[in-house]
């Protein structure tokens, strides 16, 4: 069974933030404006959908109306144990850049590794990693 895919609506700037996450976390990623799906419902240039598919999987789109961007109170995005030690602090570095760190990328008392950051976009993500014996 699949796992869920967030699905984000951004207000008029789902490219450069499906771009932003396609540079944290490579994969593939494939936009789709709203001309190309026939859709005047908003400018012809905004994504209708978005999807980043690789080691991390999310959708997105512009809200043609007066949507403000993400909103996550109260959830978060974790990437518990989806890198290894390497790959969860590039991650963690790239989300941070723009972004604010809720919660440095340490060592807890169960002895793995994991933080908390909010991104430029408004996303918080908790990553986290168990280090090698």
Same mark, same amino acid.
């Given at each position: 069974?699949?796992?869920?895919?967030?699905?984000?609506?951004?207000?008029?700037?789902?490219?450069?933030?499906?771009? $932003?996450?396609?540079?944290? $976390?490579?994969?593939?990623?494939?936009?789709?404006?709203?001309?190309? $799906?026939?859709?005047?419902?908003?400018?012809?240039?905004?994504?209708?959908?978005?999807?980043?598919?690789?080691?991390?999987?999310?959708f997105?789109?512009?809200?043609?109306?007066?949507?403000?961007?993400?909103s996550? =109170?109260?959830?978060?995005?974790?990437?518990?144990?989806?890198?290894?030690?390497?790959?969860?602090?590039?991650? $963690?570095?790239a989300?941070?850049?723009?972004?604010?760190?809720?919660?440095?990328?340490?060592?807890?008392?169960?002895?793995?590794?994991?933080?908390?950051?909010?991104?430029?976009?408004?996303?918080?993500?908790?990553?986290?990693? =168990?280090?090698?014996?």
């Open positions: 069974m699949p796992a869920p895919v967030p699905y984000l609506h951004f207000a008029g700037d789902a490219d450069g933030a499906l771009r $932003f996450y396609r540079s944290v $976390f490579g994969g593939e990623l494939h936009l789709h404006t709203f001309a190309d $799906f026939g859709r005047e419902d908003g400018p012809p240039h905004l994504v209708a959908h978005g999807e980043l598919r690789g080691p991390v999987d999310l997105g789109a512009d809200d043609p109306g007066d949507a403000a961007g993400p996550t =109170s109260g959830i978060m995005l974790a990437l518990l144990g989806a890198g290894d030690a390497e790959t969860s602090q590039r991650w $963690f570095d989300l941070a850049a723009g972004g604010t760190v809720v919660d440095p990328l340490q060592r807890r008392a169960w002895g793995d590794v994991d933080g908390q950051v909010t991104d430029r976009y408004g996303l918080t993500w908790l990553i986290g990693f =168990s280090p090698a014996s």
